[in-house]
């Protein structure tokens, strides 16, 4: 057997899936759905590599179930994706509660499939001969149309899903919780760009284009392995994302019952501001509004009250706001000689996009701007005499 690039590359993605996926199955560490979720999710992406190694050497005739039930994982990539990301923003995901009904569809499918492969034997092999060649039928080619559909829906709720507790978010949270959200999004936004290739993987070999379809597989192997090396970047930078910790429940309604009083509001506001600008709590990159209410002795969800109703910010905003301005202070002083990026970091931010773009909001400058023009305000240019 003559290994190709694709084949090489296939090779060594099938085997960091399957890794992966095994190491996601039997963590036990954290949020046990989450991770077994994940796990499957991986699971399957290697099973599907795996096949396309078989189809590229036209071995696929020693394995004909295996081609043909490895259709019907088109309709769990959605539906384990959206599942994950439910159990990532809600802490009480209730996964033996109703949620058995998104996997329906693929159930009914496979079922279907291992009717036709034992008790039509005679057609099995021209069944998966027209598979390989791109000839199938009319019916076949609905049922993938309505499998990529179905995935394509899952891929917006899941998104819907983390554009909402993105927003809910505020209230609770400072970098750690934007570090596992941004892990949800490099997911999501990965699946789609796989969503989109198989798309084409299976449209093209139909049109007038068929001559590039070996391109498209390339592109989608390359991706594939751009994929599954980023996760595990990002296992080895932050080992807790593979541990399954959920954010806070998505957004509940806000003060519902409250029994906070007035005075007890402005008397914890004025400790509140004291913990921040006495000690300092900014600086904690991975400070949490359950972290904060701990040292006032308070629950967070009066902390949050207090946070909105009496400074009209969110947590998140509310941090960074001592943040930007302990930034500005260090940027002024022409006597300090850290960088922007140190800046950053002494003031509680990990992230450089993430200060960057926060402390143009405040600012409408750049911390670089900010300390040029710092600069020059304490030292002007001389003027020429009249």
């Given at each position: 057997m003559n290994l190709n690039l694709n084949a090489i590359l296939l090779l060594l993605v099938a085997f960091q899936l399957f890794f992966i996926a095994i190491f996601s199955l039997t963590n036990k560490k954290g949020n046990r759905t989450g991770n077994l979720l994940l796990g499957t999710f991986f699971l399957i992406l290697a099973i599907n590599a795996t096949d396309i190694l078989l189809q590229i050497y036209n071995v696929w005739s020693f394995f004909p179930l295996?081609?043909?039930?490895?259709?019907?994982?088109?309709?769990?990539?959605?539906?384990?994706?959206?599942?994950?990301?439910?159990?990532?923003?809600?802490?009480?995901?209730?996964?033996?509660?109703?949620?058995?009904?998104?996997?329906?569809?693929?159930?009914?499918?496979?079922?279907?499939?291992?009717?036709?492969?034992?008790?039509?034997?005679?057609?099995?092999?021209?069944?998966?001969?027209?598979?390989?060649?791109?000839?199938?039928?009319?019916?076949?080619?609905?049922?993938?149309?309505?499998?990529?559909?179905?995935?394509?829906?899952?891929?917006?709720?899941?998104k819907r899903v983390v554009?909402?507790?993105?927003?809910?978010?505020?209230?609770?949270?400072?970098?750690?919780?934007?570090?596992?959200?941004?892990?949800?999004?490099?997911?999501?936004?990965?699946?789609?760009?796989?969503?989109?290739?198989?798309?084409?993987?299976?449209?093209?070999?139909?049109?007038?284009?068929?001559?590039?379809?070996?391109?498209?597989?390339?592109?989608?192997?390359?991706?594939?392995?751009?994929?599954?090396?980023?996760?595990?970047?990002?296992?080895?930078?932050?080992?807790?994302?593979?541990?399954?910790?959920?954010?806070?429940?998505?957004?509940?309604?806000?003060?519902?019952?409250?029994?906070?009083?007035?005075?007890?509001?402005?008397?914890?506001?004025?400790?509140?501001?004291?913990?921040?600008?006495?000690?300092?709590?900014?600086?904690?990159?991975?400070?949490?509004?359950?972290?904060?209410a701990k040292i006032l002795d308070l629950p967070p969800k009066e902390l949050s009250q207090i946070i909105n109703q009496s400074f009209e910010k969110h947590f998140f905003d509310f941090v960074n706001s001592y943040r930007i301005d302990e930034a500005k202070k260090l940027l002024r002083d022409t006597q300090n000689t850290m960088t922007i990026q140190e800046v950053m970091y002494s003031v509680g931010f990990s992230s450089k996009s993430s200060f960057n773009t926060i402390f143009k909001k405040k600012t409408k400058q750049t911390p670089s701007q900010f300390r040029l023009s710092s600069s020059a305000k304490i030292n002007p240019k001389k003027g020429s005499s009249s």
């Open positions: 295996f081609l043909l039930l490895d259709d019907s994982f088109l309709l769990l990539f959605g539906p384990l994706i959206y599942l994950y990301t439910l159990s990532c923003v809600d802490e009480h995901f209730p996964f033996l509660k109703k949620k058995w009904i998104h996997f329906v569809p693929f159930i009914l499918c496979l079922l279907g499939l291992l009717t036709f492969y034992f008790l039509e034997k005679a057609p099995i092999a021209y069944a998966l001969e027209t598979i390989s060649k791109a000839n199938l039928p009319k019916g076949a080619i609905l049922f993938v149309i309505i499998a990529y559909l179905h995935g394509g829906v899952y891929l917006w709720l899941s554009t909402l507790q993105g927003k809910a978010m505020k209230d609770y949270h400072s970098n750690l919780a934007r570090i596992n959200l941004d892990w949800l999004h490099f997911m999501i936004n990965s699946f789609i760009g796989l969503w989109v290739l198989g798309v084409l993987l299976t449209v093209v070999p139909y049109t007038s284009y068929r001559p590039y379809v070996n391109g498209i597989l390339f592109g989608f192997i390359v991706f594939l392995f751009y994929f599954i090396n980023k996760v595990i970047f990002k296992a080895l930078k932050h080992s807790e994302l593979f541990s399954g910790i959920p954010f806070s429940t998505l957004a509940k309604k806000k003060y519902s019952g409250s029994t906070l009083s007035a005075d007890k509001q402005n008397r914890f506001r004025e400790a509140l501001v004291l913990q921040m600008e006495t000690e300092k709590r900014y600086l904690d990159p991975d400070l949490t509004l359950t972290d904060l």
